[in-house]
DNA sequence: ATCCTCCCCTAC
DNA sequence: TAAGGTAGGGGAGGAT
């Protein structure tokens, strides 16, 4: 059996992008994207980056930056990238047998051992193919193994003479990349392992590479050992052709303002509940354990820290949202104090089952017309927004919502959002 | 001896 | 004023 080469496809900016294919007079123009609140940058255009705004950064440090240089500024809208990203993916899947969709905008493709001429046409035409199709810029790295895939990607992306496309798999190739690639951005080597390689006096890709296997095994444990065979070209990471069940589901939002309610709480919980139940359902999973937490603002040295999670068990695993909230309540109840101002909370849901396997208990057979009904909530809100129906009140939505101030329109996922053509 | 929990690390 | 959300794996060390 001959082996199987691997590539990646990465989407190029890719929440900056989506925002980008709906407004066209954007090209060329720099923009950013927000995480949730508004928090911090997650997304940059290329003419953003080009500016000097730097990535991950708080948006309020960066707001005199922005607004001088004239950046346009987007809260995310993931409705919109979910969209994006499975029109990318469907057309992967047309052209390719073996995709794994890696995250919302990266998919692993296993392709046949090609010669490497024909395997770089093929990145060249895969390319083109879904700029076309989708209006999507994606880079694509080639390479023997994941890692070597991902750093291919990475060399791509950053070096304008590749054309959005590297393939590393022959032996110089792979020198060179290495040689001018630094030890931080290797997939799977975080800060701490920096800090760890850089007593050894290890800084590029090419210094690690190098080091004998039973060091990097003793420094940075059997992933670190998994990371150098990779770049070796033995692949340690195989293709995961059909996603995993998943093993936990988290709901949890940052406050827009403010808190200090058990009401608004109550409220926020009961809202997370029914989006955590709306994922369960999605996979055709149960659950067993919901935990509930709660935090206050560790930006803020001077408030009193709190940040307690209680651990509940349901009698029978199900997923039904009437369920899950009463749960969830009960939690806040117990882990509520007055006194403290809080700034998130959420929700876990554990020892998730996929629905086939699970066993009816005998003493408290699950609630079907419970689940029943949670279902069609769930339709409800895919037809008509999240916000259309709901468990409780809504009476303090304004305390606790995120900011969301600068959203575009979910132009692909509500009808109400259609992009309007003047005529 | 094995399980469990917490914490760290990583990624996106 | 203001500082994200979701998921998984591994390892240390206590619990059983």
Redesign the pocket.
């Known amino acids: 059996m001959s082996r199987s080469i691997f590539a990646l496809v990465d989407c190029n900016n890719f929440y900056a992008s989506c925002e980008r294919l709906f407004k066209p007079w954007l090209i060329g123009k720099p923009l950013v994207v927000l995480?949730?609140?508004d928090?911090?940058l997650?997304s940059r255009s290329d003419e953003a980056k080009a500016l000097g705004i730097p990535m991950?950064a708080?948006?309020?440090?960066i707001?005199p930056l922005i607004e001088a240089s004239g950046v346009r500024v987007f809260s995310s809208n993931y409705p919109l990238y979910g969209n994006i990203s499975e029109r990318v993916q469907d057309l992967l899947e047309e052209i390719c047998p073996r995709v794994e969709a890696?995250?919302?905008?990266?998919w692993f493709l296993s392709l046949p051992d090609f010669p490497e001429t024909a395997l770089e046409t093929f990145a060249r035409d895969l390319r083109v193919k879904i700029l076309t199709s989708t209006g999507m810029p994606v880079s694509i790295g080639i390479g023997e193994s994941k890692t070597l895939a991902?750093l291919a990607n990475y060399l791509a992306k950053k070096t304008s003479e590749t054309d959005g496309t590297l393939c590393l798999t022959t032996c110089n190739k792979k020198q060179s990349a290495l040689e001018k690639t630094d030890l931080k951005y290797?997939?799977?080597?975080?800060?701490?392992?920096?800090q760890k390689l850089e007593k050894l006096e290890v800084r590029t890709a090419q210094n690690f590479y190098n080091l004998p296997p039973a060091l990097v095994r003793k420094v940075l444990?059997?992933?670190g050992l998994r990371t150098h065979q990779e770049l070796h070209g033995l692949p340690c990471l195989q293709l995961e052709d059909y996603p995993?069940d998943?093993?936990?589901?988290?709901?949890?939002?940052?406050f827009g303002s403010v808190v200090t309610k058990r009401e608004e709480l109550d409220e926020a919980v009961s809202v997370f509940s029914k989006l955590a139940a709306q994922?369960l359902h999605r996979g055709k999973m149960v659950c067993s354990t919901v935990s509930v937490f709660l935090r206050t603002?560790r930006?803020?040295p001077g408030d009193q820290q709190y940040r307690p999670n209680i651990v509940i068990s349901l009698p029978t695993a199900n997923r039904s949202t009437g369920e899950i909230t009463k749960a969830a309540l009960a939690g806040i109840k117990e882990i509520f104090k007055e006194g403290y101002h809080y700034?998130?909370a959420?929700l876990f849901l554990l020892d998730l089952q996929n629905e086939k396997l699970v066993q009816n208990s005998l003493f408290s057979p699950r609630d079907t017309k419970s689940e029943n009904l949670s279902c069609a909530l769930d339709l409800i809100d895919r037809d008509f927004g999240n916000a259309a129906i709901h468990y409780g009140t809504r009476d303090h939505y304004a305390c606790w919502k995120?900011n969301q101030n600068l959203r575009s329109q979910s132009y692909t996922t509500q009808w109400s959002d259609l992009l309007q053509v003047k005529g």
Request: net charge positive.
């Open positions: 995480s949730n609140n928090g911090c997650i991950g708080p948006y309020f440090k707001k890696y995250s919302i905008d990266e991902k290797l997939w799977g080597i975080g800060s701490g392992s920096v444990g059997v992933t995993e998943r093993k936990s589901v988290l709901v949890s939002r940052s994922k603002n930006h803020k700034k998130k959420g995120m």
